[in-house]
């Protein structure tokens, strides 16, 4: 159980155009979800959390005008990079926090690589 | 936010057991600790989650002292396969407004 599909796994995209990442929680309701970016040979560095039904609050240094964070039910988040840039490229990652078999869970999605060109 | 400390890297051999050790030295009493396993180009996988005292699944046991300033993950016999980043995660679960914020984690080299 907890399980947390993130897709696509990878997308290329021109430099310009807008992206989006889906994040589902598949088998229990995500109260908040986490999107994470994370470069080579580092941690993974928290963008913004939302809670479904409101609007994310991001970290300090994060565009949310060109980061734009949707959570618009229990399941699902999207994260879409708008007028994508080279320095966008990066391994985006989501993660679901709710409530399965009776625990508090926080589960992760595989990742998605971003390759802007 | 409980800020978390571990070291950069460790290595080892096949068979042995290896201790992470991760501080905590401002952890909130809702907060639990969680570690998570990560292979490059994949999200983090669940370890183990402890609150207090020593908590022990199939795959590893954690060590959690009284004050719970710390943690150690344990790691018996590890295998090539074992090779990954490994992270301590700390927070309230079930708390909607939690920040959850990674530390740089512990790169651990297993070696035959």
């Known amino acids: 159980g907890a399980v947390v599909s993130q897709h696509p796994s990878r997308v290329i995209c021109k430099s310009g155009t807008s992206v989006k990442i889906e994040c589902r929680s598949l088998?229990?309701?995500?109260?908040?979800m986490f999107w994470y970016r994370q470069f080579p040979k580092q941690s993974l560095m928290l963008m913004a959390t939302s809670n479904e039904g409101s609007k994310a609050t991001y970290e300090q240094g994060v565009e949310k005008d060109k980061f734009l964070i949707n959570h618009a039910s229990l399941t699902l988040s999207t994260l879409t990079v708008t007028s994508a840039h080279p320095e966008d490229s990066s391994f985006y990652i989501c993660s679901a926090m709710g409530r399965a078999a009776g625990a508090n869970v926080l589960t992760f999605g595989a990742g998605s690589r971003l390759t802007v060109l | 936010l409980a800020k978390t400390t571990q070291p950069i890297s460790m290595d080892s051999y096949e068979g042995q057991e290896v201790n992470i050790t991760c501080s905590h030295n401002n952890i909130a009493t809702n907060d639990y600790i969680t570690w998570y396993q990560q292979f490059p180009s994949q999200g983090p996988r669940f370890i183990i989650q402890?609150?207090?005292t020593k908590v022990t699944n199939e795959v590893a046991s954690l060590f959690i002292p009284a004050d719970r300033k710390s943690s150690t993950l344990s790691l018996p016999r590890v295998s090539l396969s074992d090779t990954a980043v490994y992270y301590c995660l700390v927070g309230d679960y079930g708390g909607a407004t939690n920040k959850l914020i990674f530390g740089t984690g512990t790169l651990l080299a297993v070696q035959p």
């Open positions: 088998d229990f309701q995500a109260t908040t």
């Open positions: 402890g609150y207090k």
